[in-house]
């Protein structure tokens, strides 16, 4: 049941371009999308978390450190969201599935975190995906939107990072969540008014596009892996998280009739297996050292599930 709501966890966040899209092909903004997607998804996650009689309330300096974070996390949704306008939404989400990469680069540029051959072939291997999605040397993606997407997950990386420091103890993952909602919407709104793009829900398709993103892609992708992690653990839910590209990439072809070409497909595979490598790498090491009878090192709690 684990693995089952870990698929569906992160194949919930593979459609976010399901319902944001539409939205900005309809003329507006991706701040205001954000701003609606975290206004419906705090009040749904806040639903949730007061049936499950979990903790809300949280000290002043962690809500304070949950704000400041939530800061980055916004920013990494909000240039993804204008990826979207540079690149096909299934190369963008892959692009930005690159974060666990990078929290690993972090953890060893600033928390002396060990290099190793695992972490260097991944590098490789990111790299490469890269490359294979610009379209090598023809280059039929625009390095814009790569940049875009490559900042994008750098502030989530750099949100995640932040989260592990802080060490907020006193409520639940859940409640962690809504809260980066909560604050996120904030930044959102006040984004999309001094930008004076803010707009009102025009019409039921909206609205109905907004409810969607923000209950599918938020309340219910993360209820369901708070549920896996307790159930199979945060490396082997972070591990299936590989299906967030591909849902994207699947909806991008099938719904928006994005190209489907071999470079698109390959590069979407190697990046996977760049992930993929840095998050069960360590796993299978010091599994395969246990069973050759050494003492093997107990492989530390993943820092790559998402948080929204």
């Known amino acids: 049941m684990g693995f089952l709501l870990a698929l569906l966890s992160s194949a919930a966040f593979g459609l976010i371009p399901l319902f944001s899209l539409p939205l900005m092909q309809g003329g507006m903004s991706a701040a205001c999308v954000l701003f609606y997607r975290f206004l419906f998804g705090s009040l ?34 909000l240039l993804m969201f204008h990826g979207f306008h540079y690149l096909p939404s299934g190369v963008a989400a892959t ?19 060990r290099f190793s051959l695992l972490t260097a072939a991944s590098v490789a291997l990111a790299i490469l995906g890269v490359f294979l999605l610009g379209g090598g040397e023809g280059g039929h993606i625009g390095l814009t939107g790569i940049a875009l997407l490559l900042v994008s997950a750098l502030c989530n990386a750099v949100y995640i990072c932040g989260l592990h420091v802080a060490r907020i103890r006193s409520i639940s993952g859940l409640s962690i969540t809504f809260w980066v909602l909560f604050f996120g ?20 398709k909206e609205a109905s596009l907004a409810v969607l993103l923000a209950v599918i892609t938020a ?25 967030e590209p591909l849902t994207a990439v699947a909806v991008g072809i099938l719904v928006f009739h994005e190209p489907a070409t071999a ?41 790559h599930e998402p948080e929204a």
């Open 44 to 77: 749904s996650l806040g639903l949730i978390i007061v049936l499950r009689h979990e903790r809300l309330a949280a000290p002043a300096r962690e809500l304070g450190s949950l704000a400041l974070f939530s800061i980055m996390y916004a920013l990494a949704a």
């Open 95 to 113: 692009l930005q599935f690159l974060y666990p990469l990078m929290v690993m680069l972090i953890m060893i540029l600033f928390f002396h975190e």
């Open 185 to 204: 919407m904030a930044a959102s709104l006040l984004n999309a008014v001094l930008t004076d793009s803010f707009v009102w829900l025009h019409s039921w």
């Open 219 to 243: 309340a219910f992708s993360n209820l369901t892996l708070v549920l896996a992690i307790r159930r199979i653990g945060s490396t082997l839910a972070s591990i299936l998280g590989v299906m």
């Open 263 to 303: 470079g698109v497909f390959l590069g979407v595979a190697v990046i996977c297996a760049a992930v993929l490598l840095v998050l069960a790498g360590p796993l299978v090491l010091s599994r395969l050292h246990a069973g050759t009878g050494g003492k093997g090192r107990r492989p530390r709690k993943s820092l």
